[in-house]
């Protein structure tokens, strides 16, 4: 009874949580019989005097007399006695690849030669990381801290991205109002730049996304407004083409609004058609015979008279 409390019966992960990234089991001794649970998602890491004994990764329950220490570095050769345990530390590494959102807190200015201000834009996306070098992990962080949080290493990466940012998106002269169509090359550049900065703690950058940048409200209108602009050169063929799949498809049928629109529209676009072929049939009347009909505007072929309407050509 005397030594109640002092020794461990189960060596695990206590305080396992989602977003922590290692826990450490520590100041309490281990004692014979004591077993280590390492459970899927977990690696345990054996330290004595802050130096690496050994790792475990298979998930499983484990006798730590005869499964664990004869694989330690140096305690290989430990002998629990009646009232000797075994004082250690063991590292529990969460193994999952971390996915993290995030988004600037305010605007940054990006320098551009059309606003002496520079242009507001906020950006938001994910990035995804995971533990790599359990020894430069322990060497860093470990083996001053007990846990390590996803929240941790959040605040480290957002504390340098307003600045990655402005360099990627100034980088080779990006279209300030169009930043959208070089997110996947902007994006690189930082991920490279963000694993940089977090190697030597024992993690690296898995993947960093930008799913959109946002311009001030009045920038995004303008946008929005030269984006129609540019489409008004089409809009003619898309309005013909629409009304013809509607017709065809059913969905525009007579005794309706929407019909009598589509017949209006339909009717134009035919007058200015014929109209058209009749100002081409006009050009070419100089003597030699019209590729169209001046009478009915059926398209003429090798005879000299209308095959629809008779009219001599």
């Given at each position: 009874?005397?030594?109640?409390?002092?020794?461990?019966?189960?060596?695990?992960?206590?305080?396992?949580?989602?977003?922590?990234?290692?826990?450490?089991?520590?100041?309490?001794?281990?004692?014979?019989?004591?077993?280590?649970?390492?459970?899927?998602?977990?690696?345990?890491?054996?330290?004595?005097?802050?130096?690496?004994?050994?790792?475990?990764?298979?998930?499983?329950?484990?006798?730590?007399e005869s499964d664990i220490i004869p694989f330690?570095?140096?305690?290989?050769?430990?002998k629990f006695g009646f009232n000797t345990g075994?004082?250690?530390?063991?590292?529990?590494?969460?193994?999952?690849?971390?996915?993290?959102?995030?988004?600037?807190?305010?605007?940054?200015?990006?320098?551009?030669?059309?606003?002496?201000?520079?242009?507001?834009?906020?950006?938001?996306?994910?990035?995804?990381?995971?533990?790599?070098?359990?020894?430069?992990?322990?060497?860093?962080?470990a083996g001053v801290k007990t846990t390590y949080?996803?929240?941790?290493?959040?605040?480290?990466?957002?504390?340098?991205?307003?600045?990655?940012?402005?360099?990627?998106?100034?980088?080779?002269?990006?279209?300030?109002?169009?930043?959208?169509?070089?997110?996947?090359?902007?994006?690189?550049?930082?991920?490279?730049?963000?694993?940089?900065?977090?190697?030597?703690?024992?993690?690296?950058?898995?993947?960093?996304?930008?799913?959109?940048?946002?311009?001030?409200?009045?920038?995004?209108?303008?946008?929005?407004?030269?984006?129609?602009?540019?489409?008004?050169?089409?809009?003619?063929?898309?309005?013909?083409?629409?009304?013809?799949?509607?017709?065809?498809?059913?969905?525009?049928?007579?005794?309706?609004?929407?019909?009598?629109?589509?017949?209006?529209?339909?009717?134009?676009?035919?007058?200015?058609?014929?109209?058209?072929?009749?100002?081409?049939?006009?050009?070419?009347?100089?003597?030699?015979?019209?590729?169209?009909?001046?009478?009915?505007?059926?398209?003429?072929?090798?005879?000299?008279?209308?095959?629809?309407?008779?009219?001599?050509?």
């Open positions: 009874m005397i030594f109640k409390g002092q020794f461990a019966n189960v060596v695990e992960w206590e305080e396992f949580r989602d977003d922590m990234i290692f826990w450490k089991w520590t100041n309490r001794e281990i004692k014979k019989g004591s077993k280590l649970i390492i459970r899927p998602g977990q690696d345990a890491i054996f330290l004595y005097n802050g130096k690496i004994e050994g790792i475990f990764k298979d998930e499983g329950d484990y006798d730590i330690l570095s140096t305690l290989k050769g430990f075994m004082r250690a530390e063991v590292l529990f590494v969460n193994t999952k690849e971390f996915t993290v959102k995030w988004g600037t807190k305010n605007a940054i200015n990006i320098p551009t030669s059309q606003l002496p201000g520079g242009m507001p834009i906020r950006a938001n996306g994910t990035f995804n990381f995971k533990v790599n070098d359990y020894i430069a992990l322990i060497d860093k962080i949080l996803v929240e941790d290493v959040k605040l480290r990466i957002t504390s340098i991205l307003d600045q990655l940012l402005m360099k990627w998106i100034t980088k080779e002269g990006k279209d300030m109002f169009n930043l959208q169509a070089n997110a996947f090359d902007i994006a690189k550049g930082i991920r490279e730049d963000l694993d940089m900065e977090i190697v030597d703690n024992g993690m690296t950058i898995t993947g960093f996304n930008i799913m959109s940048f946002n311009y001030p409200e009045e920038i995004q209108e303008m946008i929005n407004k030269v984006a129609s602009h540019n489409m008004v050169g089409d809009l003619g063929k898309y309005q013909q083409v629409s009304m013809v799949d509607g017709m065809s498809s059913g969905k525009v049928k007579g005794g309706g609004t929407a019909s009598d629109m589509a017949g209006m529209m339909m009717g134009m676009n035919i007058a200015n058609e014929m109209v058209k072929n009749m100002k081409e049939n006009k050009d070419t009347s100089n003597g030699s015979k019209p590729n169209f009909c001046p009478n009915c505007g059926q398209k003429t072929g090798e005879g000299n008279f209308c095959s629809n309407c008779g009219h001599k050509l």
